[in-house]
Every structure is written in structure tokens, then in C-alpha cells.
């Protein structure tokens, strides 16, 4: 992943400023820029000028960004495009997970489907043997595929010999429905429960323990400090915690600041590009984008923290987060990439008991 220097993030939101203030097109511009981030630049100013009501403007400005990229990264075309189904105003379009298929749609993306394998592979090898009947809490559990693939894998690495409980913790009752359907084909139905509840619900609640709690792309939906107090609340009924999660600095950085503005452009940018690559109807790949992927990004776009729906962190802060809240009685016991390229990563993390 790219970053700014404190330089250029200043020079960024002067710049900014300035366009806004004087109505400069791209092409009137004349600000010094490095030459393989001109494309995050435009994205950056187009996408604050849409947000802020200057559309025509904003438009402009990610149409010319579009003209000039390249190597896979293409959310300025992405965006413009997605402007263009929504009358030029960054919109959600619906609630996030609403329906289930666009969600289900990205985890079939050949990307998606090679880290999860990763994540598997890591967890039977960090994951210690269990000799008592496997408790299982899955934290934003999706369709349940992940959970069966785990559950199915560590009982083939024989880390696990019997299924004693399986918790399915998700917000959205369609995809509850659907993760009890798949996890209730490999154990019996008296053994899964489930709390159709957001994460920031869950940890207080809780009055069993588990062995494992698995949080894949599901804990980044509250700020760090909310993460903190939701953390701690989950420790003292784990043993182990397996995190799976995307690799960008989407929690601190404000509205309308640089440093988001890149990571965004660089993580979903990716992300985008790698659906619509995947072999599927088209119609199929523009709801994953629109319904899932562009609800999340516009919101990091119109939405100041802690209003907004996403707080993805870097994998370092990530490393703070856990060392504060789990430490000294959970070590790190593997930090391992499943996917990396030079703008988007997914990493896997698991600290255990000692």
C-alpha cells in the first residue's frame, strides 16, 4: 500500500481547498503532485467536491482520473460510472446485507476464495489440539460457509475430534438463515445457536465459554474505541481469537482527509476491479459492487467518523489493539498474510492463551 508523507498530506488538503474555493477543472490545475498518485489525487478531489454538492465539479474531476489509470486500478472509472446509475450523487443504495447474494457473490471471487483457503490453512497449524468437544463463536458469520469449511478443516488436520457448540453471531437475519442451514449439515441442529445481533451487541451478553471465536471481516464495523471496550467484554469467555481482516487505514483518518481518501482508492479500487474480473453475469458483479462494495466506500466518502459503517485498520494497529486488550494472557501465536499485492492486502491474525 501506498501512504503520504506529512508533506504531501497537507499539500493534498491545501490543494483541495483551493479547487473547491476557485472551481479549477483538472485540466487548470497546476499543483505538484507525484506522478503515480495524479490518479488517487483526482479520485481524492472528486469524491470530496461530489460529497460536498459541487457534482458537476466532482464529476470532472474523477472522469479525468479515469483517463489515466491503469495496472488494475481503476475505481475512478469504477466510480464514475457508478455516478452515473445514481443521478451523480454518492448514494447508498440500501442497507448493507440486506440481501445476502451480493455479499455471497465476493466471497466466490477467486481472490476471496484463495485467502480463506490461506486463513484455513494457517488456523491448522496454529490452532492447538482440542481433546474436548470443539466451541465454536463466530462473530459476523455471513452464510455460514467459512464456518463449515473451518470446523471441517480442523477436524481433518485432527486438531478437533467432536463439535460440542456452534454460536452464529450476525446482524442480518437473511444471512443467519442461511449460515444455520449450512452448519446444520455436518452437526446437528440442537448444537447451533444463534443471536441474530450486531457485534457491539454480542460481547456483554455472553455467559459460556468458547474455545475459538472467529471474526472474519466482521470487526471492523466500529471504531477503535469501541473495538476496545468490545473486546474486552469478549476475553474473558476465549481461549482463542482468529482474526481475518482487510489491510487499510479507514478508522482514524477524518472525513474528507488524504490519508483516507488513498486507502480507499487503493483497498476498493482492488477489491472492485477483482469482482468485476471474476467470470459472472454482469448484472451479478454490478449488484456485488453497487450493493455491497460501493454502499461500504460511500459511506467512508459522505460519512464522518463515527457516523459511518467501516473502520478497517492496518495490520500494525491491528498488533496495538490486541496486545492492549488481550495481553499478557493471549501471545500472538500467528500473523500471517493471505493475500498481498502492492495495493490491497487480507491478513490473518490469532492470538491464543498461553
Given at each position: 500500500?501506498l ?11 491545501e ?6 474555493r476557485?472551481d ?11 506522478a ?23 464529476k470532472?474531476?474523477?472522469?479525468s ?44 471471487v477467486?481472490?476471496?476464495q ?7 490453512r494457517?488456523?491448522?497449524?496454529t ?19 467459512l ?46 445457536k ?5 457485534i ?35 476475553k ?20 474528507h482527509?488524504?490519508?483516507?481518501a ?13 469482482v ?11 449488484a ?15 460519512q464522518?467518523?463515527?457516523?459511518r ?9 491491528w ?19 493471505c493475500h ?13 492463551k498461553?
Amino acid at each position: 500500500m501506498l501512504f503520504l508523507s506529512s508533506l504531501e498530506k497537507a499539500q493534498w488538503s491545501e490543494y483541495a481547498r483551493d479547487i473547491a474555493r476557485r472551481d479549477l477543472a483538472s485540466d487548470d490545475f497546476r499543483g505538484d503532485i507525484r506522478a503515480n498518485l495524479l490518479p488517487a489525487f483526482r479520485f481524492y478531489v472528486g469524491a470530496m467536491l461530489t460529497s460536498t454538492g459541487q457534482h458537476k465539479l466532482g464529476k470532472q474531476w474523477i472522469t479525468s482520473g479515469a483517463l489515466i489509470e491503469d495496472m488494475g486500478q481503476f475505481f475512478n472509472a469504477f466510480l464514475s460510472a457508478f455516478l452515473e446509475r445514481h443521478e451523480g450523487r454518492l448514494q447508498m443504495p440500501e442497507t448493507v446485507f440486506a440481501d445476502p447474494r451480493p455479499y455471497l457473490h465476493f466471497t466466490t471471487v477467486p481472490v476471496m476464495q484463495k485467502s480463506r483457503a490461506s486463513l484455513l490453512r494457517q488456523c491448522g497449524h496454529t490452532i492447538p489440539k482440542i481433546n474436548h468437544p470443539f466451541r465454536l463463536m463466530d462473530i459476523g458469520c455471513g452464510d455460514g460457509a467459512l464456518t463449515a469449511a473451518l470446523l471441517n478443516h480442523l477436524k481433518a488436520m485432527g486438531k478437533i475430534s467432536a463439535i460440542g457448540e456452534v454460536l452464529l453471531v450476525d446482524p442480518s437475519p437473511a444471512m443467519l438463515t442461511l449460515a444455520e442451514e449450512t452448519v446444520g449439515k455436518m452437526i446437528p441442529s440442537e448444537r447451533i445457536k444463534t443471536l441474530n445481533q450486531r457485534i457491539e451487541q454480542v460481547a456483554g451478553k455472553l455467559n459460556d465459554s468458547f474455545d475459538m471465536a472467529l471474526c472474519s471481516l466482521s470487526y471492523h464495523h466500529m471504531p477503535y474505541e469501541q473495538k476496545v471496550v468490545n473486546l474486552r467484554e469478549l476475553k474473558p469467555w476465549i481461549d482463542h481469537l482468529v482474526l481475518f481482516e482487510l489491510d487499510a487505514n479507514h478508522d482514524f483518518p477524518e472525513l474528507h482527509s488524504p490519508e483516507l481518501a488513498i486507502s480507499l482508492y487503493q483497498s476498493y479500487g482492488r477489491m472492485i476491479d477483482f469482482v468485476f474480473a471474476h467470470d459472472a453475469p454482469i448484472e451479478v458483479a454490478q449488484a456485488c459492487v453497487d450493493r455491497f462494495l460501493m454502499n461500504e466506500a460511500v459511506s467512508l466518502l459522505t460519512q464522518r467518523r463515527g457516523e459511518r459503517n467501516d473502520y478497517h485498520m492496518l495490520c500494525t494497529q491491528w498488533h496495538v489493539l490486541l496486545e492492549q486488550v488481550l495481553g499478557p494472557e493471549f501471545l500472538r501465536l500467528c500473523d500471517c498474510p493471505c493475500h498481498a499485492d502492492e495495493n490491497f492486502s487480507l491478513f490473518m491474525i490469532h492470538y491464543g492463551k498461553g
